[in-house]
Nanobody, 113 residues
Framework: VQLQASGGGSVQAGGSLRLSCRAS????????LKWYRQPPGKERELVAT???????NYADSVKGRFALSRDNARNTMYLQMNSLKPEDTAVYYC????????WGRGTQVTVSS
């Protein structure tokens, strides 16, 4: 299993970024995928989940601002992040739980005020 996250960067508050997670080594379309993030000095936290039938769920802190989608033909999921806030600053990780947790390398998102 490989999960490759990309798309992070530095933006000002109110800006947008789109993260991508390209996956391989398993049956992508049949599995639930998640994005987590780890802010500086804090625990890793769940941001959003997308099921195999494209149902999504979000942490309260990002509801209405983030949108998670998946493209099964490309084995890729996307996290569109709008109206970014400084508190969204974190390393973002894509995650698959398939008998155990698999993690991508992470992509840094920095939001300045």
């Amino acid at each position: 299993v490989q999960l490759q996250a990309s798309g992070g960067g530095s933006v000002q508050a109110g800006g947008s970024l789109r993260l991508s997670c390209r996956a391989s080594g398993f049956n992508f379309r049949l599995n639930t995928l998640k994005w987590y993030r780890q802010p500086p000095g804090k625990e890793r936290e769940l941001v959003a989940t997308i099921t195999s039938d494209h149902k999504t769920n979000y942490a309260d802190s990002v509801k209405g601002r983030f949108a998670l989608s998946r493209d099964n033909a490309r084995n890729t999921m996307y996290l569109q992040m709008n109206s970014l806030k400084p508190e969204d600053t974190a390393v973002y990780y894509c995650n698959l739980n398939l008998s155990r947790n698999y993690w991508g390398r992470g992509t840094q998102v920095t939001v300045s005020s």
